[in-house]
């Protein structure tokens, strides 16, 4: 019995984890859609953090896809003169992504609309709890990744 416990646990926790975010990632995505697409925001995002640019696998590991999955996106931002690709002084087979001026200012504006909507979204929850449901979630990631990495021996 204890199992079928733990399991409908588990699942029930998942489940109220996965609504919570997409109701949050659809308010955001139609927060930044007068701006540019989810994706692109991310890639831009990522970019703005960076001054000296990344390059695809840099920024692939930090949205977690693939850096083919980036290259429709950023060939779009390049095409609309938001990102700069230049060769990488390091390795000239790489490419370096900037953003350019006009990238900084549509990012920044997309940002502020982002962090307003989301602050909203949230504000129904006391700060206290906010950092409470941070730290659970930490401890989640962590759990989860010893797991997988365990999984994979």
């Known amino acids: 019995m204890r199992r079928a416990a733990d399991r409908h646990l588990a699942v029930s926790t998942w489940l109220r984890l996965l609504h919570g975010y997409a109701v949050i990632e659809r308010e955001l995505r139609r927060a930044v859609a007068d701006h540019c697409t989810f994706p692109q925001f ?4 990522q970019l703005d953090r960076e ?14 896809v693939t850096a083919g999955n980036l290259t429709g996106i950023v060939d779009r931002l ?6 700069r690709r230049s060769v990488h002084p390091a390795d000239r087979r790489a490419f370096r992504l900037t953003l350019t001026p006009k990238g900084r200012r549509l990012v ?16 129904g929850m006391p700060a206290r709890d906010l950092r409470v449901l941070r730290r659970l979630l930490d401890r989640l990631r962590a759990s989860a990744a010893a797991h997988a990495v365990r999984g994979a021996r």
């Open 42 to 45: 991310d890639v831009l995002s």
């Open 108 to 123: 920044r504006r997309a940002q502020r609309r982002h962090h307003r909507v989301l602050t909203a979204l949230l504000a």
């Open 51 to 64: 001054r000296d640019g990344l390059t695809f696998v840099e920024l692939s590991r930090r949205l977690l």
């Open 78 to 83: 390049h095409a609309e003169g938001l990102v």
